[in-house]
């Protein structure tokens, strides 16, 4: 079995200048902005533009986190997030 590991295990996997889950989400605001057109294309354009320096902002990670609190991710091994007591 062969896995390719990156040269620095330090450093997020970067497509262009992006993170690999900025990636994601600048390629499919592109897409949705393309389909929909017009002012709504071009308001999820500039809410993008405006959330990327917002998003780099914080530390790294902090989008799954943000789903998991939200309710919409769930971490194998570890509490939800409306548990305030936690037992092993």
């Keep these: ?3 390719r ?9 970067q497509i262009l200048w992006f993170g ?8 499919s605001t592109v897409f949705v902005a393309a389909i929909v057109g017009g002012l709504i294309g071009w308001m999820l ?7 990327l320096p917002w998003k780099r ?14 309710g919409l991710l769930t971490f194998r091994g ?9 037992f092993e």
Excluded: C, N
Aim: hydrophobic share 45%; aromatic share 16%.
């Design 1 to 3: 079995m062969d896995e």
């Design 5 to 13: 590991l990156p040269q620095y295990l330090h450093r997020p996997v």
């Design 20 to 27: 690999s889950d900025e990636f994601v989400l600048v390629m």
């Design 45 to 51: 354009i500039g809410a993008l533009l405006l959330f």
């Design 57 to 70: 902002s914080k530390p790294r990670g902090f989008l799954p986190h943000l789903a998991w609190r939200w």
């Design 78 to 86: 570890y509490p939800g997030p409306t548990q305030t007591r936690f």
